[in-house]
């Protein structure tokens, strides 16, 4: 599987923003409020174009959510079929991937532990395995702890970090190490700050 092996720190920097989630990456952007590189230290950020916003807003939700290009560009078409505002759209389906439910509901610390943590078979949905990061979690699925992975202690460490009820479309049993999806999404609910409508503009040319 293709990996982007650029650095969290550096990318972080990049966007003035913790993309990541882990506590270091806000401390890496405090320390260092300027973009990465040798021009970086100026302490001036770029001005983009019109289309240079639409690409870094792109590459912002590709970064945030653990995806390459491919996957990404699928993920838009077939949020461009569903009914209803295709921005809206593409922020359901990216919130409602198997990865990105497991780490809302606390079982990892990040995203991106999430989706090896999936791949790696520790979750079940709805109480069969389930190793692929982009299945599509509807309504009422139930996604638990496989029995033999309870005793991990990455899993009881990232659980402290998250309410009982952590988005108003989740409930977790944190005893049952169990939660679900109990409604769609709505765009407000989802805590990434990602200005969907420059995604779409960059796709629709």
């Given at each position: 599987?293709?990996?982007?092996?650029?650095?969290?720190g550096?990318?972080?920097?990049?966007?003035?923003?913790?993309?990541?989630?882990?506590?270091?990456?806000?401390?890496?952007?405090?320390?260092?409020?300027?973009?990465?590189?040798?021009h970086?230290?100026?302490?001036?950020?770029?001005?983009?174009?019109?289309?240079?916003?639409?690409?870094?807003?792109?590459?912002?939700?590709?970064?945030?959510?653990?995806?390459?290009?491919?996957?990404?560009?699928?993920?838009?078409e077939?949020?461009?079929?569903?009914?209803?505002?295709?921005?809206?759209?593409?922020?359901?389906?990216?919130?409602?991937?198997?990865?990105?439910?497991?780490?809302?509901?606390?079982?990892?610390?990040?995203?991106?532990?999430?989706?090896?943590?999936?791949?790696?078979?520790?979750?079940?949905?709805?109480?069969?395995?389930?190793?692929?990061?982009?299945?599509?979690?509807?309504?009422?699925?139930?996604?638990?702890?496989?029995?033999?992975?309870?005793?991990?202690?990455?899993?009881?460490?990232?659980?402290?970090?998250?309410?009982?009820?952590?988005?108003?479309?989740?409930?977790?049993?944190?005893?049952?190490?169990?939660?679900?999806?109990?409604?769609?999404?709505?765009?407000?609910?989802?805590?990434?700050?990602?200005?969907?409508q420059?995604?779409?503009?960059?796709?629709?040319?």
């Amino acid at each position: 599987m293709a990996r982007d092996f650029t650095p969290r720190g550096k990318i972080s920097r990049k966007y003035a923003e913790n993309l990541f989630g882990l506590p270091k990456y806000d401390k890496v952007v405090q320390r260092k409020p300027y973009e990465p590189g040798q021009h970086g230290s100026q302490g001036k950020r770029k001005r983009f174009s019109e289309y240079g916003l639409q690409l870094k807003e792109k590459q912002k939700a590709k970064y945030i959510y653990g995806l390459l290009e491919k996957q990404f560009k699928n993920t838009y078409e077939k949020a461009k079929k569903d009914k209803g505002i295709t921005g809206e759209n593409l922020m359901v389906r990216l919130e409602c991937r198997f990865d990105t439910m497991v780490y809302r509901l606390g079982f990892a610390p990040s995203q991106r532990a999430a989706r090896q943590m999936v791949s790696h078979r520790h979750f079940l949905l709805n109480g069969k395995p389930a190793n692929i990061p982009s299945l599509l979690v509807k309504v009422d699925d139930v996604i638990s702890v496989r029995e033999k992975s309870k005793k991990l202690e990455l899993i009881h460490e990232s659980l402290k970090r998250v309410s009982e009820n952590p988005r108003p479309y989740l409930k977790i049993d944190k005893a049952a190490m169990e939660g679900k999806l109990t409604e769609i999404p709505k765009r407000e609910d989802i805590p990434e700050k990602i200005n969907e409508q420059l995604i779409v503009e960059l796709y629709s040319k």
